[in-house]
Structure formats: structure tokens, C-alpha cells
């Protein structure tokens, strides 16, 4: 399957990108713990270059649980720090603060040695598009958050939100784009739906996602569905009988059937499913 995807915006995103990170101290790098790895842009290396930095393992709670904690060694092992989370069920946030304060102890003490105590750090939230990046943002600032209004020095528009009296988000996440390194890169974020479904053949990337599943997962589709095929094309068609997937005239309607399969496979009622390991 080809996915092309260049987003016009690019250039423009990346310029402001690079504008707000100037004004912070911290970059908090959303990534999807089913793709940790395909969901990542290296970009932001180079563009957060100096700044302490964060990786946040998103929906955790849609990912297998043992490969969450295999990503988790993994990032360490990067010099990351690193927090599982769930920013719709809150989740892990609580540990965030912490982590916080760890990540940027060197920015702490030198502001302390220069005198100045208590600035907060100013942190932002990046990742690529669905990664859930405005959903962190309302869980982890809660309600009791403050917007604190433009202010001197900083870029008309921006708004930022104190936590607490440590901690300032800029209420705008910075959105990354996707990378495709490589074509099965692009099939992870498509099944993860970080590219835009409409650019997508998506009976062929539910086939993708039935190989997936009759190499890692292989009781899934017989338990879900009752389908014993290894064949993907035969099993996208039995999904369509089993769901009643028809078309006008009666015809198996595969496309619908994909969708169901896809979407199901988005929402977690598949299980708990990761579609890549670090040694990958
Ligand atoms: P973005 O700003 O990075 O583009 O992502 P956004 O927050 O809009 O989240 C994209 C989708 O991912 C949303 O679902 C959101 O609810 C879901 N999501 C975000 N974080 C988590 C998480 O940790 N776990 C789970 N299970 N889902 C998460 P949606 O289908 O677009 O909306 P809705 O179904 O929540 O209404």
C-alpha cells in the first residue's frame, strides 16, 4: 500500500514550532504506545535541541501491557524520562509533576545559583496529529488551571497555563507531522488513524491489519468474529458476512467491513494491541 502524505502546512508549523520553543523550558512529546517508535518525528531532536524533554507513552491503556513496559526500558535506556499514561481516563498524570521537576533539575539549580527562585518552568506539548495531544492538555490542566493572558516577551496569542506554581503549559500544542520512513511506518499510522482516512485504501489496510493480527495476535479474529482463514482477503469477506456487511443488490460490501474492523481495532475492542517492539 502507498501512502503519500505532505502536508502543505509543513514549512509553516515547523517555523512556529520553532518560535515557541524558544519560549520554554521543557518539550513534552506525546508519542501513541501502540507505535511509540512510527508516531515519533526525529525532527523534534533537532528542533528541541538544549531543551529538557519528556516522552509521554499516550493511550497506554490500548496498548499491550507488556510491550508498554518494554517501550518503558526502552526509553530509559535512551536517557528519556519517561511516563505511561491515559489522558482520557487521567491516568498517570499524577506522576507527571515529578518527572517534571527530575527533567529539569539542571534548569532549576542554575536559576537558583543566579538567585532566582520559584520561576516556573514553561513547558509544551508536542506530537503528531491524534496522538492525543488536546486531550492531555484539558486532562493534565484540569479545571482548576488559570489561564495566564499574554504577557510581555511572549508571542502575541500564546496563552499559557499554570498547573501550579512550578509548572506553565502553553495551551496550544505544537503539532508534529508524521514521518513515513518507511511503508510500514505509513501502515502503523494509518491503522492508528494519525493519517487522514480519506487518502486511504482501506480494504487493503484492513488486510494489512488482519496479517498483523494472524502474526501477533492470532486468536483475535476467531474470538471477535469466529474467522479461521490465514487468507486476508478471505477473511476481510467472512468480517463482511459475519457483521452483515451488504451492499445494494446483496453483494459483500468490503468496505464497510474494513471500517468495522479498523475501527474496532482503534477503539480497543480487539484488546489491547501494539504493532511494534524496540528490537523492530
Ligand atoms: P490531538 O490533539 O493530538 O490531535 O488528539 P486528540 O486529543 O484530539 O485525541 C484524539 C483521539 O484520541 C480522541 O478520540 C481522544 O479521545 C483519544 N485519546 C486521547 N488520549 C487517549 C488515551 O490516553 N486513551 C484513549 N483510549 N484514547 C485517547 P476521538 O475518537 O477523536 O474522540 P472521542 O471518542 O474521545 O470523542
Not at 16 to 33: P, R, S
Not at 84 to 112: F, H, M, P, Y
Not at 197 to 212: G, S, Y
Request: charged letters at 30%; glycine letters at 8%.
Amino acid at each position: 500500500m502507498n501512502i503519500q502524505w505532505y502536508p502543505g502546512h509543513m514549512t509553516k508549523a515547523k517555523r512556529a514550532m520553532k518560535e515557541d520553543i524558544k519560549l520554554i523550558d521543557l518539550i513534552i512529546e506525546l508519542v501513541d504506545a501502540r507505535v511509540p517508535l512510527s508516531s515519533r518525528n526525529p525532527d523534534i531532536d533537532e528542533l528541541g535541541a538544549g531543551k529538557a524533554r519528556i516522552v509521554l507513552l499516550n493511550k497506554s491503556d490500548l496498548a499491550d501491557e507488556r510491550c508498554n513496559s518494554a517501550w518503558e526500558t526502552y526509553f530509559v535506556a535512551q536517557g528519556c524520562h519517561v511516563v505511561k499514561v491515559n489522558s482520557k481516563s487521567g491516568a498517570g498524570l499524577k506522576q507527571i509533576n515529578g518527572v517534571v521537576q527530575e527533567a529539569c533539575k539542571e534548569k532549576i539549580e542554575r536559576d537558583r545559583r543566579r538567585g532566582i527562585l520559584n520561576r516556573p518552568v514553561r513547558a509544551m506539548v508536542v506530537g503528531i496529529p491524534n496522538v492525543g495531544k488536546s486531550t492531555f492538555i484539558n486532562s493534565f490542566a484540569g479545571k482548576a488551571c488559570t489561564k495566564t493572558g499574554n504577557r510581555p516577551g511572549v508571542t502575541k496569542g500564546n496563552q499559557w497555563i499554570r498547573l501550579n506554581k512550578s509548572l506553565e503549559l502553553l495551551d496550544t500544542p505544537g503539532i508534529l507531522w508524521p514521518k513515513f520512513e518507511d511503508q510500514q511506518v505509513g501502515i502503523r499510522l494509518a491503522l492508528i488513524g494519525s493519517v487522514n482516512d480519506e487518502i486511504l485504501n482501506k480494504d487493503e489496510l484492513a488486510m494489512e491489519l488482519i496479517r498483523f493480527l494472524n502474526e501477533k495476535y492470532p486468536r483475535v479474529l476467531s474470538e471477535k468474529y469466529g474467522i479461521e482463514t490465514e487468507d486476508a482477503l478471505e477473511a476481510l469477506m467472512q468480517v463482511a458476512k459475519a457483521k452483515a456487511c451488504l451492499a445494494k443488490g446483496g453483494e459483500l460490501d468490503l468496505v464497510k467491513a474494513s471500517n468495522l474492523l479498523i475501527d474496532d481495532f482503534r477503539s480497543g475492542k480487539l484488546g489491547r494491541m501494539t504493532l511494534e517492539l524496540p528490537a523492530q
